[in-house]
């Protein structure tokens, strides 16, 4: 299992990586951070929050009598790419790990694939 340094530290070490955070899915506060630009991550934490809240119930709109669950969700922007993993814990609710990456430093299947194993050891 890992603990969220080290979470943060592999989730940097994907190639490209520029912001890593893990979010609480329930409050929307930041639990951890990493950066090399600088961004506020509690601001950056609640708004993150608030597009998979809303990503969600629009999904759900669109699947009436459906249950609708986000694995991971991916924005492309001029600036990056930005990737953010949702993670089912023993405690009360969901954590989420986000990463920006460089589009031109950073491949996203890998990103994808890096995400996912990083996921499994911190929930196990």
Do not use: W
């Amino acid at each position: 299992m890992l603990g969220v340094d080290t979470c943060l530290a592999e989730v940097m070490s994907i190639p490209g990586a520029l912001d890593a955070m893990l979010v609480d899915g329930t409050s929307g506060m930041a639990v951890a951070f990493s950066s090399v630009s600088g961004v506020d991550a509690d601001r950056s934490a609640a708004a993150l929050t608030e597009a998979l809240r809303a990503t969600t119930d629009g999904l759900t709109r669109t699947c009436p009598g459906e249950i609708v669950r986000i694995d991971d969700m991916l924005v492309t922007t001029d600036r990056g790419h930005h990737l953010l993993r949702l993670l089912e814990t023993v405690f009360e609710g969901p954590l989420v790990i986000y990463v920006r990456l460089d589009p031109e430093r950073s491949n996203l299947a890998l990103a994808r694939y890096r995400l996912r194993a990083i996921s499994d050891l911190l929930t196990t």
